[in-house]
């Protein structure tokens, strides 16, 4: 039913996700006001001078995936009267979620910390991410043992 447990969990999936694509993954501010963002949606430079560069490609990559692991994870809420599909769902989740992970790991690593000489930091949509695949894994969990208490009741009968 709706309002088991695992449905608190899944839906904060998708609130963390969404919440992710707004605040930056990574950040880098520079001592003569010179500022580097990722963004799950995109890349901001803002320079010294106070002008703004946007870039939508590749990073923009990283929040369709957002946004897909977050729907996948809404849709599965309604699937509690199929709890094997909603565990294939979860996982589906889990590898879209690592792919947001790794992917942001490495156009940090490959691109943006060139162009911030090496430095820079992981900030707030960095961790939530790492929230929602927490929050995934013990939805996945409570999933589990809601099928597992499902059979134990089939054998009493």
Request: hydrophobic share 55%; charged share 15%.
């Amino acid at each position: 039913m709706i309002q088991r447990i695992q449905t608190v969990f899944l839906f904060l999936v998708s609130a963390l996700l969404v919440a992710a694509c707004f605040f930056p993954v990574w950040a880098f501010d520079a001592a003569g006001g010179e500022v580097h963002q990722l963004f799950l949606l995109g890349y901001n430079h803002i320079s010294a001078s106070g002008e703004i560069v946007k870039e939508a490609m590749p990073y923009a990559a990283l929040g369709m995936l957002a946004f897909a692991a977050a729907t996948i994870s809404l849709i599965s809420i309604f699937q509690f009267k199929n709890r094997m599909k909603q565990l294939k769902l979860g996982y589906i989740n889990a590898f879209l979620m690592i792919g947001i992970m790794a992917g942001s790991l490495y156009l940090v690593k490959y691109n943006l910390v060139e162009l911030a000489g090496g430095k820079g930091n992981y900030s707030v949509g960095f961790f939530l991410v790492v929230g929602a695949i927490v929050a995934n894994m013990v939805a996945g969990k409570f999933i589990r043992k809601d099928e597992e208490l499902v059979r134990s009741m089939d054998r009493m009968r």
